[in-house]
């Protein structure tokens, strides 16, 4: 114990979504009987999870890389791909190892199904994204996608829409989104599509974070989710920092004896928190 004595608590509900964990499970069993996996795109949005694994041997590769690659395993991560990707695999006799998440997968079958009955889609989500590409790549990318409701103000939208969202996104926001939508008239087919594990981390933080001094969010920066729960932890508690790793907390953030709580995001791993929570108690 250091000479803050600070009280640290994990919120058990924290870490990898069902989604993660399978994906990393598949990745270490054929990481343990091959010595090496190739992975399309980061396995999770968590930098040092990806470093942990790639000491094992886990190759990142991009979508121009996998047009190059022949008769290897390739895993597809827990936010899904574009049908594009399976053509491709197919063609140049790639073993697609899908670690697709279920939730990603029904949710791209919707789409495709909204899609084939010429509906006009609508995709609440983050640009540039990689189940947003996804999702996008069902509708042969004519589905129009948004992070923000503004951008849909110039955009000459059909008096019918239909309205998915990423499954990472807020709630709140989704709601509001359909709202405001009403409200300009359109008839809308509003699907609420977040996954249900992200939605309930969203309601039970509130009740975590208000029993603490001070919060430490644990996430990567290119975490979708860890930007929506960050902002549900620092609105019901305002002392809250968000950091990526150990190394970027400082003293100064705690008082003596403050009460600490340590929360993350779908992709952080329960081994960065404790991390965290070993080097907060030598305060």
Known sequence: MGAYNLQVTIDQDSGFCFGVVYAIDMAEEILGEDGYLYCLGDIVHNDEEVERLKAKGLRIIGHDQLAGLRNEKVLIRAHGEAPETYRVALENNITLI??????????????????????KIL??????????????????????????????????????????????????KFYSVKEELISRGYELRANDTICRQVSNRDKDL????????????????????????????????PNTYFISSADELKLDMFSPNDKVGIAGATSTPMWLMQQVKGELETY
């Open 123 to 172: 995709i609440f989500g983050k640009h540039g994204h990689a189940e947003v590409i996804g999702l996008s790549g069902q509708t042969n990318n004519e589905a129009i996608v948004f992070q923000d409701i503004a951008e849909l103000d110039n955009i000459e939208l059909p008096h019918n829409i239909t309205l998915y969202s990423q499954t990472t996104k807020s709630t709140e």
């Open 98 to 119: 899908d670690a697709s998440c279920p939730v990603v997968l029904k949710l791209q079958n919707r789409i495709k199904t909204s899609f084939d009955s010429n509906e």
């Open 206 to 237: 509130p009740d975590f974070v208000s029993k603490f001094d001070k919060i430490v969010f644990v996430s990567g920066k290119k975490s979708s989710n860890g930007k929506v729960l960050y902002e549900v932890c620092r609105k019901n508690n």
